[in-house]
């Protein structure tokens, strides 16, 4: 009994430390938000201060605005256009029987493994030869071709596990294939969809190089470029306390997107995990 006390409270004396290591920078990141002046570099863990002229400062900022509602834009449209094509894409794979099928997947998946960086310049010269530099269809492009290897992925193993018969029961109704995505497989595929939307919506929103290099005016940066240019009274002051407040209001919406759809997530992640 005592060695199973003592590895028990070990155990949840180790999640403690995680979290507290985990959190702790978010912690940080809000309190500083709330504190002005030197109260900003005086390491402490309670709040010495508390203001709102962070946030009034950054809500003040017609551009900051603008630059929430572009990324709302980008992210929203991303998320549309790589789960529309991943739907189809992953019916394919999954139920449509053709040579190559295995290898076109972990072609897919062997996609996704490339870092931005290293297709920057192709995608900077795509998007000048498509006149889209400096506007949202060249973030939606470039964030679509990175989202959806994964989207493809998740909803193909999702749909493999969905029963044949529900599909030869359609085909024997006269049901089209579009029918049956859209009627038959689309209702099914919820929890894999709204994992993959809100995982590909949240990367759209983060994102921070492409971002930079595809645009250059104020009017069309995303929320990551317009934080990180963020300027103080001087061009030596660098001002933590507005940036921290700008990190701060466009972190929360996520994070209560990520609580309110948890249970979904883990069902879409687990999703092919178990067969029975």
Known sequence: MERYVFKTTLFYMAVVLIVIVAVYPFYYAILTSFE???AIFNPNVLPEAFSLANYQAVLSKGAFIRSVGNSLLIAG???AFALLMAVTASYAL???RFRGRGLLLMTILAVSMFPQIAVLSGLYELVNLFGLYNSPFALILSYTIFTLPFTVWVLTTFMRDLPVEIEEAAIVDGATPWVIITRVFLPLL???MVTTGLLAFIGAWNEF????TFTI???QRTVPVAIALLSGASQQEIPWGTIMAASVLVTVPLIVLVLIFQRKIVAGLTAGGVKG
């Open 94 to 96: 999954a139920r449509v």
């Open 217 to 219: 005016s104020e009017t």
């Open 36 to 38: 002005t002046g030197t």
């Open 77 to 79: 449209v991303t998320v």
């Open 209 to 212: 190089l492409f971002a930079l």
């Open 190 to 192: 919820w929890p894999a």
